[in-house]
């Protein structure tokens, strides 16, 4: 078959496609056919070296994925040949056929395409988490998104608006911004604008944002915490900028603010909070008032341009690869 083979870590251009054996399913584990890929900015981070566990090479990159399940490991039950199943793994998915334990497939509603389905399980789970597990937003409240039409950007927005709260995007373009609108945020802002920490404080009441889903980190992390307000709820969840941000403790205790890291990686492990974040999307993304935004599609052999295009903002909603 067909795969995205990663011998060093560096820049996209590292990856390089190769004929590779089809994978057999473990005990334990299914074979799907990958009908589409999920490609995330950890994706990314992690062929350079720079994510947050170590990347071991040669690796097949590729943590999230749908498809169609093509062979069962021994023990495997419950699980149908011929359902499309999205999976959330380490990695192994950029390839025609990738295996993945049973217990990270992610039920989805068979209404949902192949690329619909690779697009939701990270970005709907951590921006569920961000939101409610973590972030205990409630109906009414503000909450700030950054990289609006991004990824993670339009999964916030769509899932804050379902639940009722009041969406406030940043982005660094027009166009990222109608996107963000078109999906319900309430007030948009340049990233760049000059007057952007008093904009967002206006917006929310002049008195600051309750809940930001801080993804940029660096210098805007700094501003992250001038835009909330007394007692806000700053969730870090990803630090697209790449730069260190400095934190001075001391003025968390000005505002009383709280600043939580989050990484879904490890909340997968929380049975019960897994259980809600599945319960409360699944009903959401059943009914048709959340749907996963799938945005520029590749083929693998067009991997390079799909991580470049991501890592250069080039992209809105979820990059998919289809093998
Ligand atoms: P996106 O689709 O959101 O793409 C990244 C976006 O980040 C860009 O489009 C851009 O939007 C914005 N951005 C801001 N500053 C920069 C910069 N200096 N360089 C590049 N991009 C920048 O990606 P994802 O949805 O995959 O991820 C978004 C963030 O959330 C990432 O930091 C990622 O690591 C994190 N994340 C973390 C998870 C966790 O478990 N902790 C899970 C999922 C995502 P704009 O042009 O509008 O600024």
Same mark, same amino acid.
Do not use: C
């Given at each position: ?22 994978p057999s399913p473990a005990p334990g584990e299914v074979r799907?056919?990958?009908? $589409? %890929?999920?490609?995330?900015? $950890? ?21 999230? *994925? ?5 062979a069962l490991g021994e023990g495997v039950?419950?699980?149908? %040949? ?12 950029? $390839? !025609?056929?990738?295996t993945v334990p049973a217990a990270g497939?992610?039920? %989805? ?5 192949? $690329?619909?389905?690779? +697009? ?11 939101? &409610? ?17 991004? +990824? ?8 804050? &608006? ?15 911004? #109608?996107? +963000? ?32 889903? !801080? ?5 805007? *992390? ?6 909330? /307000? ?44 897994? +259980?809600?974040? /599945?319960?409360?999307?699944? #009903? ?22 799909? *991580? ?9 909603? &979820?990059?998919?690869? #289809?093998?």
């Amino acid at each position: 078959m067909r795969a995205i083979r990663v011998e060093r870590l560096g820049p996209p251009d590292v990856m390089q496609l190769q004929d590779t054996p089809v994978p057999s399913p473990a005990p334990g584990e299914v074979r799907v056919r990958v009908e $589409a %890929v999920g490609i995330n900015f $950890a994706d990314a981070l992690a062929v350079a070296g720079e994510y947050l566990t170590r990347t071991r090479v040669p690796y097949t990159p590729g943590m999230e *994925f749908a498809g169609i399940v093509d062979a069962l490991g021994e023990g495997v039950q419950g699980v149908q %040949v011929g359902t499309r199943v999205a999976a959330l793994g380490g990695s192994g998915a950029m $390839a !025609e056929y990738a295996t993945v334990p049973a217990a990270g497939l992610i039920p %989805v509603p068979q209404t949902l395409s192949g $690329a619909q389905a690779a +697009a939701f399980p990270v970005s709907y789970f951590t921006a569920y988490h961000g939101l &409610k597990t973590l972030g205990r937003g409630e109906a009414g409240e503000w909450v700030l998104v950054q990289a609006a039409a991004g +990824a993670l950007g339009t999964a916030s927005i769509q899932l804050a &608006k379902a639940l009722g709260m009041n969406v406030i995007a940043l982005a660094s373009t027009d166009e990222k911004l #109608e996107i +963000a609108r078109t999906l319900g945020a309430d007030v948009t802002i340049l990233q760049d604008d000059p007057d952007r920490v008093k904009k967002v404080r206006d917006a929310a009441g002049g008195k600051g944002v309750p809940l930001i889903l !801080e993804v940029v980190g660096g210098k805007r *992390f700094q501003e992250s915490l001038d835009m909330a /307000a007394s007692r806000g709820r700053i969730i870090v969840i990803g630090n697209a900028s790449r730069e260190q941000a400095n934190l001075r403790p001391v003025e968390l205790m000005k505002r009383n603010l709280t600043v939580t890291g989050l990484w879904l990686t490890s909340l997968m492990s929380d049975v019960p909070a897994t +259980a809600e974040a /599945a319960r409360v999307l699944a #009903e959401l993304v059943g009914s048709g008032k959340v749907i996963p935004q799938v945005g520029p599609t590749y083929a693998l052999d067009q991997s390079v341009q799909a *991580f470049e295009d991501l890592l250069n903002r080039r992209t809105t909603g &979820k990059v998919i690869i #289809e093998p």
